[in-house]
């Protein structure tokens, strides 16, 4: 166990629907990274958050935005779902850069299954 | 743009015998690099890392990686296979100058290893 939680573990919505898919990472961690995992397009990273404050955008769609809270859980929300938005969407965290370490600790990831 | 190459869909290695994943990166500066596995409906675990330092780095369930600069290549390798090792491994890169966008891990497309009794 990572210590980085996700809910729902699985998500079954229609097209053109909105979703939010919530994230707590590992006690100590202020970072927070989204990741989506699909069949065609491998792992590819979607957004960067670090304190509350947005950091870093990756291959992210603009039907799709994240938020981080005071409390450090992060949101992730997709918005006019297409078929094509099927896949795993992992949270990842990692502890602060003065700490040495750089790897990023995987949560169980959330399976959104578009029909 | 940073990169990662896993050349092998997939390696067979019978249980006993050495194993190695092969990995290239690149990155515009100097990388941090790391090695994940994947079991079947999991979460990604973290098994190594290269920062800086000792080129041969050692991680969990035996495992170990040697970072070669030259070559840029981060080969996982285990000197014995475990029947249980059998899963989807990914290489992942991040540019120590990392941002502006290219703040995330960039990750090979994953390689299967299967472990045969």
């Known amino acids: 166990d990572s210590g980085v939680t996700q809910t729902p573990k699985h998500l079954i919505t229609a097209t053109g629907q909105r979703v939010t898919l919530r994230c707590s990472p590992r006690?100590?961690?202020?970072?927070v990274y989204w990741y989506q995992q699909s069949l065609d397009q491998g792992l590819q990273f979607l957004i960067h958050?670090?304190?509350?404050?947005?950091?870093a955008k990756g291959n992210i769609l603009e039907r799709f935005s994240a938020q981080q809270f005071p409390d450090l859980h992060s949101e992730l929300n997709l918005s006019s779902l297409e078929l094509g938005d099927s896949a795993l969407y992992f949270c990842?965290?990692?502890?602060?850069?003065?700490?040495?370490?750089?790897?990023?600790?995987f949560g169980p990831g959330t399976r959104l299954t578009v029909t | 743009a940073q990169s990662v190459a896993q050349p092998e869909d997939q390696v067979n290695v019978a249980e006993g015998n050495p194993l190695t994943v092969k990995c290239t990166y690149s990155?515009?500066?100097?990388?941090?690099l790391f090695w994940y596995v994947q079991y079947p409906n999991r979460g990604l675990q973290f098994l190594l890392k290269?920062?800086?330092?000792?080129?041969l780095v050692k991680g969990s369930y035996g495992f170990e990686a040697e970072f070669n600069k030259s070559q840029t290549s981060f080969h996982l390798k285990k000197p014995s296979a475990l029947v249980s090792d059998s899963a989807l491994y990914f290489c992942?890169?991040?540019?120590?100058?990392?941002?502006?966008?290219?703040?995330?891990?960039?990750f090979g497309k994953g390689t299967h290893l299967i472990i045969q009794p």
């Open positions: 990842a965290s990692s502890a602060p850069p003065t700490s040495g370490s750089r790897e990023q600790y």
């Open positions: 006690s100590g961690d202020l970072s």
């Open positions: 958050y670090y304190n509350g404050e947005e950091r």
């Open positions: 990155v515009s500066g100097n990388p941090y």
């Open positions: 290269y920062i800086t330092g000792d080129n």
């Open positions: 992942a890169v991040r540019d120590i100058r990392s941002g502006g966008g290219a703040d995330g891990l960039t």
